[in-house]
């Protein structure tokens, strides 16, 4: 009789603080996709993917274009064994954009005198936050 029988097939997805860290992070990034990212109603689908290199930038496909896909390795990290290398790659990809609209954003509202503080929205601050979570739950094993 042998000690140890294998199992095969996939085993459930053990419900623990990274996955629920990963699913929150997920979760705030898709609810940045749909709420203002700047004062005055300002969206992402408003906001051309150029303004992360060109502050000047008015036309041109959205930030949607960056976010949407990062939202998906997000939310696929979030609930697939293993994807704490997806999780970390869409955490990393969301604060980069985060990180780089709000340098333009600071350098262009600067340049009028005003404050970045003011500029900026909730929806920001949902995406900053859910990379956050991301990026800590990537290490999920450590918690």
Avoid: E, K, N
């Amino acid at each position: 009789m042998a000690l140890y029988q294998r199992r095969r097939g996939i085993a459930p997805v053990a419900l623990g603080p990274a996955l629920v860290l990963g699913a929150l992070g997920a979760v705030g990034v898709i609810i940045s996709l749909f709420l203002s990212w700047r004062t005055a109603g300002v969206h992402l689908s408003d906001i051309p993917v150029a303004f992360l290199w060109d502050r000047g930038a008015t036309s041109g496909p959205s930030l949607l274009i960056f976010m949407i896909p990062l939202a998906i390795i997000l939310t696929i990290g979030a609930f697939v064994p293993f994807g704490a290398r997806l999780r970390l790659f869409g955490a990393i990809g969301t604060l980069v954009v985060v990180v780089v609209f709000a340098y333009q954003l600071h350098r262009a509202v600067d340049a009028f005198g005003g404050s970045l503080g003011d500029a900026l929205d909730t929806g920001f601050y949902f995406a900053g936050v859910g990379g956050i979570l991301a990026l800590v739950s990537a290490w999920g094993r450590r918690l």
